[in-house]
């Protein structure tokens, strides 16, 4: 069997190795065939590593430790579902997910993005083989999921955090977004190569793009929620590189998917469109080799392994190959278009965008300073919190604010007037915002305050463009609200999706600010009857229970919460202690308060000898926003991406039709 | 009216020296934290990030009058007292690999309280 | 055993999967790769051209609508973006 596997694994690295000499060649000589026969070494190659992956999966289900990863994630004990989640437990596993989503991503593009022009794809197809090519070496030559080994009687288990619905599903999305990026960076250089000057590779992966950075930003806010409810420290980011590793490459792929939208609609910026790819695909490799070579000092960070300098060599060549290969094509990238003025819609996208790459940089030499540091003085030095809150305050709020902004600017040029008179309901509503806030005492925080007042400023600017909108589509007559309403989304949905993500980005916002500028938190020691006090809510310490489960003896201690003379509940913060892996988990005990979406959150920090409970208890208002806004974000992000007949026979009679005429 | 030459490029210039400028300001006075191994505690007054490996038995109470132990440089050379107080970590235990921030005083670490975080040295575990 | 016959087929399947566009086609009248040329690469940029400056007269007209851009600017670009568009109409014919 493990036989079978590795076989697959040479097989789609010869595959790879194929796609990327033999469609190299076949694209520049131009050869018909050869093209073709190297985007069906692709497609192939994605069914090879499925039957490497597939044998990886049918070990870690029978818990057959003669692999040595299965014994070194699984246990006998763990439950199957877990022990299948294993396969991306450790980094030979995660190395082959992602070839297996690189694969999947690239057979799917090649096939379905045919509207790039045959001889764009042509190069795609040894661009994206080449990423897969530097995966598949090290697979097969470097970090073997596959390796055998001696069975031991048992495995080591899987950590107990990622037993856990949200670790289960985390690495995945997380993956489809990182690896998602190769795609519109393959086909970015694909035009390169092809010397095409115009914006078909940017039509044809729209969707890709769209959906890579959706994925992206849900698996991060799915990882904050499995750092919130799992490890439990009372927070849910803490600026460690792994975390910083998927936010860098989205806040980069934000910025691409809003400066495309500016080439598309004035031609303008074509250079920095490309460089922005490239930058937000080398984040993404970045922030994996960030995550597996241990490199940066984390506590997330794997064992000090050997595939680190095979990364930062990759993407030292990539980075060095797509620089100069913009650079040789500047002359056709140069557009006739100029920025015709500072207040303008095109205006508002680019100051958005040198914020967000602002943002991305000072987060990337903050995750770099130990080693620079290290390398000029001698001695590392870390940044924490207070670097990167003063720069996601400098940066970030100046971006909330353009959320709301940018809708209301025309395109081209906007007269101060016109602005002045869109603008007039959004800042009523802020500023009446603000001296409510004021006079309700947020004004302990005056981040808090001025995160709040654009918010409302933005939510307004957005209920605006649809009230606004509906209100159009219904006097050109014949429909009413409801029919105006679906009819402008519809005719609209980047548009109104975007909006509705815009409205997801400042619930996010929202609950960031109320979660950590307005927080209260208490710890006190507790012997069973002592109570304290949170917030407003007392709780009453009664003592400790201890159940033996399957693989863990759980400890908890019972809380029961009260306000004034409601008794709220009994809540079990506690920890868990794991046999086989030798551990002790933190659990923690969440009460959400519904009405005002703010939680009361409970950790059992120290259980003592004396029957005593250290017990420190947080109280986070509006954090429960971050969750809705995900929700938001989806959906938002899918009516964006919902496929539009019209859009598509447009685009079809610009591209294909010349093709019939030719 | 259209301008001559393009304001995009004076924007991006501009915006560049406004980041530089901010982020000089920025490190020029908070700069950051040290990160050390007990044997070069020695030369560093001001508060450092000490990284090393917990030797002997922790004695003590980190919720009531603090936690004590040692920690020893990676190759076990020099070795250093620590008093901590606030949340330990569950992984915490002899032989684990630690990060705490403080300052040295009169020979002992004084650590800033909740500042504790373990390392995991072979699996993956995020811990605060 | 079965591990073998299965690696087997698996490694046939894909030489046959690379193979296919040779076997479908063994000596092929026209093998090249159809490369737009200028004219082609021309029209395309026009193509792309007429429908930016349709697409900018449509927003136009809709933010006038809903009130981003008052009278007097509406009138002032009318005429520039109504003209680009009749222009960029003429030259992709």
């Known amino acids: 069997m493990p036989d079978l596997g590795r076989a697959a694994l040479v097989t789609s690295f010869l595959l790879l190795v194929y796609a990327v000499v033999g469609g190299s060649y076949a694209a520049w000589r131009g050869r018909r065939r050869l093209a073709e026969s190297a985007q069906n070494a692709l497609v192939a190659a994605f069914g090879a590593t499925v039957v490497a992956a597939i044998v990886l999966l049918a070990a870690l289900a029978r818990h057959d430790f003669s692999f040595r990863y299965v014994a070194e994630h ?11 989640t294993a396969f991306w437990g450790g980094q030979e596993g995660s190395l082959l997910l992602w070839l297996l989503v690189l694969c999947g991503y690239s057979a799917a593009a090649v096939l379905t993005a045919r509207r790039a022009g045959r001889e764009v794809i042509a190069w795609v197809v040894p661009t994206l083989g080449l990423v897969g090519t530097f995966f598949a070496l090290l697979l097969v030559f470097v970090a073997s999921p596959l390796a055998t080994q001696v069975a031991p009687a048992d495995g080591a288990g899987l ?13 995945p999305l997380l993956y489809l977004g990182y690896v998602g990026l190769t795609v519109p960076f393959a086909f970015a250089m694909g035009a390169l190569l092809a010397r095409r000057t115009d914006e078909r590779w940017i039509v044809a992966t729209r969707r890709w793009t769209l959906a890579a950075w959706a994925f992206l930003g849900v698996g991060q806010l799915l990882g904050a929620h499995w750092a919130y409810v799992e490890i439990g420290w009372g927070g849910y980011y803490a600026w460690d590189p792994v975390e910083n590793a998927a936010l860098m490459p989205w806040l980069a792929a934000t910025a ?61 060549v990539i980075t060095a190959g797509a620089l100069t290969l913009v650079f040789l094509r500047l002359p056709l990238l140069r557009s006739k278009t100029r920025l015709e003025s500072l207040v303008s819609r095109e205006a508002t996208f680019l100051y958005n965008n040198l914020l967000l790459v602002a943002l991305a940089l000072t987060i ?70 603000g001296a409510v806030l004021l006079a309700a005492g947020a004004g302990s925080s005056r981040i808090g305050v001025i995160a709040y007042t654009f918010s409302v400023f933005v939510l307004a600017s957005i209920v605006l463009e649809f009230a606004r909108g509906t209100s159009a589509r219904r006097a050109l007559g014949g429909v009413g609200w409801g029919g105006a309403f679906s009819s402008l989304v519809a005719r609209n949905r980047r548009r109104y999706g975007g909006y509705i993500v815009h409205a997801a980005v400042v619930l996010l916002a929202i609950g960031v600010a109320g979660s950590s500028a307005y927080q209260t938190v208490r710890e006190k020691r507790l012997h069973p009857g002592n109570s304290m006090t949170v917030a407003g809510n007392r709780l ?27 008794y709220l509940g009994r809540y079990r913060p506690g920890k868990n202690q794991y046999f086989a892996e030798d551990q002790i988990s933190n659990e923690v005990s969440i009460r959400h308060d519904l009405l005002t979406g703010g939680d009361l959150f409970l ?7 004396d029957g005593s409970v250290d017990l420190k208890a947080l109280q986070k208002p509006l954090v429960n926003l971050l969750w809705l806004a995900g929700f938001v974000f ?28 030719a | 009216m259209a301008r001559r030459g393009s304001p995009a490029r004076l924007i991006v210039a501009l915006s560049v020296a406004a980041v530089l400028a901010v982020f000089l300001v920025y490190t020029s006075l908070a700069g950051g934290t040290p990160s050390i191994q007990p044997g070069q505690l020695a030369g560093h007054t001001g508060k450092v990030s000490l990284v090393g490996k917990v030797v002997g038995k922790p004695s003590g109470d980190a919720h009531a009058g603090g936690l004590h132990f040692r920690l020893s440089d990676r190759n076990g050379a020099a070795s250093v007292p620590v008093v901590y107080k606030g949340s330990v970590p569950d992984l915490f235990k002899t032989g684990r690999e630690v990060v705490v921030d403080g300052t040295l005083r009169g020979g002992v670490f004084v650590a800033v309280p909740n500042t504790l975080v373990t390392k995991c040295p072979s699996k993956y575990t995020p811990k605060k | 055993m079965s591990a073998a016959l299965v690696g087997a087929l698996v490694a046939l399947s894909c030489v046959v999967v690379v193979a296919v566009p040779f076997l479908r086609d063994p000596d092929a009248q026209d093998d090249r790769l159809l490369r737009p040329g200028e004219a082609e690469q021309r029209r395309l940029a026009l193509a792309e051209e007429r429908d930016r400056a349709l697409a900018a007269l449509q927003e136009l007209e809709f933010d006038h609508r809903t009130g981003k851009v008052s009278d007097d600017d509406y009138r002032e670009v009318v005429g520039v973006l109504r003209r680009r568009a009749a222009e960029a109409l003429r030259a992709v014919g």
């Open chain 1, 634 to 661: 989806v959906g938002g992000a899918l009516i964006a991406l919902w496929p539009d007949a019209r859009e598509e026979r447009r685009l079809a009679e610009r591209y294909e039709g010349a093709a019939v005429r």
């Open chain 1, 364 to 433: 990337l030499w903050g995750v770099v300073y130990p080693l620079l540091s290290e390398a000029v003085t001698g001695t590392a030095a870390t940044v924490s919190k207070p670097y990167y809150n003063f720069f996601l305050h400098s940066f970030g709020l100046p971006l909330l604010l353009l959320m709301g902004i940018g809708p209301l600017v025309a395109w081209r040029r906007a007269s101060l007037r016109a602005l002045g008179r869109t603008f007039l309901w959004p800042l009523a509503a802020a500023v009446v915002a």
């Open chain 1, 603 to 609: 950790i059992a920090d120290q259980v003592n000898a």
């Open chain 1, 74 to 84: 699984t246990s006998r004990e763990l439950p199957l579902g877990y022990s299948l």
């Open chain 1, 540 to 566: 009453v310490f009664r003592g400790f229970e201890s159940r033996l489960e399957g693989n863990h003896r759980a400890i908890r201690a019972l809380v029961d919460v009260y306000r004034g003379s409601d």
């Open chain 1, 159 to 171: 950590n107990p955090s990622l037993q856990n619905p949200y670790m289960a599903v985390h690495p």
């Open chain 1, 256 to 316: 691409f998917l809003h400066s495309v939208m500016i080439q598309e609609k004035r031609g303008m910026l074509k250079v920095w469109n490309v460089l922005l790819v490239v930058l937000a695909f080398c984040l993404s490799l970045f922030g994996t080799f960030l995550t597996r070579s241990g490199i940066i000092q984390s506590i997330h960070s794997f064992t000090q392994s050997s595939i680190g300098p095979w990364f930062l060599g990759f993407i030292c």
